[in-house]
């Protein structure tokens, strides 16, 4: 396959057509995301100059995947809050917590699936995945809320981020902080004992 440092080059013409030099065929939008998939690495380029538009084109994929019927994965709130973040102080946080929080996700879905192999094998219990999915949501739900106090961190004197001190004199976020990493210690356990 014709590669770049290690990547399959993809060239997106005029005609929108995209051309995958590696295997000297034309893709589809659909084919790139079954390459995302399988964890193939690929650049997409524009044809005639030569730039680089790998991320227009993921996204694209992205929108079309979310246009498909009971297909969706990004809830609207939280598409409002992510447009809410472009041209704000904070933009330049959110890609690398998206990134950390979806390595995170995958780290945990993959630790959870190990755990129920090696628990209970190829049984109907290990293949219902309700438990743990439950378990991945509070996951999401407290990394949205350290998202969102590290956030009030970096916009010291907005309103929403005026908080008492405890009575003990330590911070409010750091009591946050040490009640999550409870919870998360708590979490693990959890799934340790699956």
């Known amino acids: 396959m014709a590669k770049n440092d290690g990547q399959i080059v993809i060239k997106k013409y005029a005609n929108r057509r995209l051309y995958n030099t ?4 034309y893709v589809t939008l659909d084919d790139l995301a079954h390459m995302v998939k399988r964890g193939e690495d690929f650049t997409v380029q524009d ?3 030569g730039d680089d538009i790998t991320h227009s084109v993921l996204t694209q994929i992205i929108f079309e995947q979310e246009s498909k019927n009971g297909n969706t994965l990004l809830p609207i709130s939280f598409l409002r809050k992510l447009i809410s973040y472009y041209g704000d102080q904070m933009q330049m946080f ?9 390595q995170a996700f995958g780290d945990q879905q993959s630790q959870i699936r190990e755990h129920l192999s090696k628990s209970l094998g190829e049984t109907p219990l290990a293949k219902n995945l309700q438990i743990p999915m439950q378990m991945m949501e509070e996951q999401i739900k407290r990394n949205t809320e350290i998202f969102r ?3 009030e961190v970096f916009t010291p004197f907005s309103p929403a981020t005026a908080k008492p001190e405890p009575q003990d004199g330590r911070k409010a976020d750091a009591k946050d902080v040490e009640d999550l990493k409870e919870q998360l210690r708590a979490l693990q356990a959890k799934i340790e004992k699956m």
Do not use: C, F, I, W
């Not at 959110?94 to 979806?102: A, G």
């Open 149 to 151: 106090q590290a956030m």
């Open 22 to 25: 590696g295997t000297s065929t």
């Open 47 to 49: 044809a005639k100059s």
């Open 94 to 102: 959110v890609p690398s917590y998206l990134e950390q929080s979806m």
